[in-house]
């Protein structure tokens, strides 16, 4: 906060939004920039952004790219490799856990920058307890957090506690919206409410600060979208590395299972070095794409990535990112014809849950409106009350994500084009 301009680029809108206001908070000016908003403080010089957002026009003095280890990530990856060598500041800062950093080493070699790497120790250490909760949520205790793989499994634990208990418990998980996620963190760190437990998916390993005294490991396995797999062990030791934070209440990290049979793996994983990163990702821009599509002008854009990613060459330090949700998105859009390559590109880019019918009904409706050169509607209602029922949540995250995926939209087309994300900022902020 004290160069004269600076960039913090983070994993999740949600930790964006927590050091907007941090910084803002402190009396330092500071802008927001995400896929969903644009918040520009005047006279600010400094930005808080997501990752995928970041500018690698404008000059700073410091830039912050945060979990630096995610350039590996299969899917994401390509956005911190992108900030990484894009950035344009006279200090960039990595942060995140040790994996990547021989192939950090390895690129500012190649880019002759300067490199200078400082460990950090935990503030508190991280007991694993040899007592597990014996199979039995009868034993959860005060800030402890239970953590389950999957949505479901999450609200059983949440019923099975809140009925067998005087716990009361906060979720969080990946489908929630960020505002609601952020609500139900402060819920669970407030002391002076009855909310002591929180239930949360691997959807609190990252971007939020918790007073977590134990995280209790319901299962260590998970479904990949194949088949059912165990976690990680780089996965378990973040998630465990959640309790016992700097700035939490309580003195020390404490970590278990539910049932004894998981208690060995989970110790494996916190001895375990995190497994060094080989290569990071990468994706073509738009106008790489467009370069190429100039060599084959009569394939559908599907089939343009299909040849792409069988052509590219890439050296041993990367790898391209996957993007079969890509190439699904780009699928369906071969019904609006009427698109440009470029249209097309940032269509399949949008937010969607492809898994989701309704939300990709929407997105394909969306399309077909811009393609008509019509103002894009939301035309979508709104409930009169909460959910009252696991359907109705279901449906109200869908409709969340739809108006999340049309501010997303409006911040990258012409905003005459989605004139209504002001009304699509209010109506998502009404589902939280």
């Known amino acids: ?77 390509f956005a911190w490799t992108r900030a990484l060598l894009g950035l344009k500041a006279d ?14 080493r390895k690129i500012c070699s190649e880019t002759g920058d300067e490199l200078f790497v400082h460990h950090y120790e935990r503030f508190k ?14 034993n959860v205790r005060s800030g402890d957090c239970v953590v389950a793989f999957s949505r479901r499994e999450v609200f059983e634990v949440k019923i099975a506690i809140e009925k067998h208990t005087n716990h009361r418990c906060c979720v969080i998980y990946g489908a929630l919206p960020p505002e609601t996620r952020r609500q139900q963190a402060n819920l669970f760190n407030d002391q002076n409410n009855e909310y002591d437990v929180l239930v949360a998916t691997d959807a609190v390993g990252m971007g939020l600060n918790l007073n977590i005294r134990r995280v209790v490991f319901y299962g260590l396995a998970k ?24 700035g939490s209440i309580y003195p020390d990290g404490l970590t278990t299972t539910l049932n004894l049979d998981d208690l060995a793996y989970l110790i494996e994983c916190l001895k375990q070095p995190f497994d060094e990163v080989k290569k990071v990702g990468l994706f073509p821009f738009f106008e790489q794409v467009e370069l190429f599509a100039g060599k084959m002008p009569n394939v559908t854009f599907c089939q343009l990535l299909e040849k792409f990613s069988e052509n ?70 709104i409930p009169k009350g909460s959910a009252r029922n696991n359907k109705e949540l279901l449906d109200l995250e869908t409709k969340h994500q739809v108006l999340s995926m049309y501010m997303w939209l409006s911040h990258h087309f012409k905003e005459e084009t989605f004139p209504y994300w002001k009304k699509a900022e209010a109506m998502a902020n009404r589902y939280c």
């Open 1 to 77: 906060m004290e160069a004269k301009k600076g960039i913090y680029c983070s994993p999740l809108r949600l930790l964006a939004m927590e050091v907007f206001d941090k910084v803002n908070g402190n009396g330092v000016y500071c802008s927001l920039h995400t896929g969903q908003e644009k918040k520009f403080v005047p006279f600010s010089n400094h930005v808080a952004c997501t990752v995928e957002m970041v500018s690698t026009d404008e000059l700073y003095d410091v830039a912050v790219i945060d979990e630096i280890q995610m350039m590996a990530d299969p899917y994401r990856g």
């Open 91 to 104: 200090e960039i800062h990595l942060c995140g856990d040790p994996s990547v950093l021989d192939i950090v």
């Open 125 to 138: 250490p991280l007991v694993v307890e040899a007592k597990t909760l014996l199979g039995d949520l009868k």
């Open 312 to 381: 590219c060459r890439l050296d041993g330090s990367y790898f391209l990112c996957r993007h079969d949700h890509i190439k699904k998105v780009a699928n369906m859009l071969q019904k609006v014809p009427e698109l440009s390559l470029e249209d097309r590109f940032n269509f399949c880019f949008a937010p969607v849950n492809i898994r989701d019918p309704k939300a990709m009904y929407h997105l394909l409706r969306f399309a077909s409106s811009y393609s008509q050169n019509l103002p894009v509607n939301i035309a979508m209602g």
């Open 223 to 246: 479904y990949n979208g194949d088949k059912t797999v165990a976690v990680p062990g780089s996965q378990v030791k973040q998630i465990a590395g959640r309790a016992g934070r700097r």
